[in-house]
């Protein structure tokens, strides 16, 4: 049992590094080209925008909780 749970942090030990690793990686691949910089600028404005329209027409139509629904 001890040898699996070893394992398994050892696999959460290098899915970490690689995370790492590759956010570093798109972060100086943003920085060397702009328009890929600009492109996730947007990107993330837009789910922004997505998020909160959604989370509104969740709020205006309370009927569609299922947890109000005795």
């Known amino acids: 049992m001890t040898l699996l749970r070893f ?12 995370a790492a690793g590759v956010l570093v990686l798109s972060i100086l691949l943003m920085l ?3 328009p890929l910089l600009v492109a996730v600028v947007l990107a993330c404005w837009i789910l922004n925008r997505l998020c909160k329209l959604l989370r509104a027409s969740g709020q205006d139509n ?3 909780n299922p947890a109000s629904q005795g």
Not at 7 to 18: D, E, M, P, S, T
């Open 32 to 34: 060397r080209f702009p």
């Open 62 to 64: 309370p009927t569609r």
């Open 7 to 18: 394992l398994f942090c050892l696999f959460i030990f290098i899915g970490a590094l690689a």
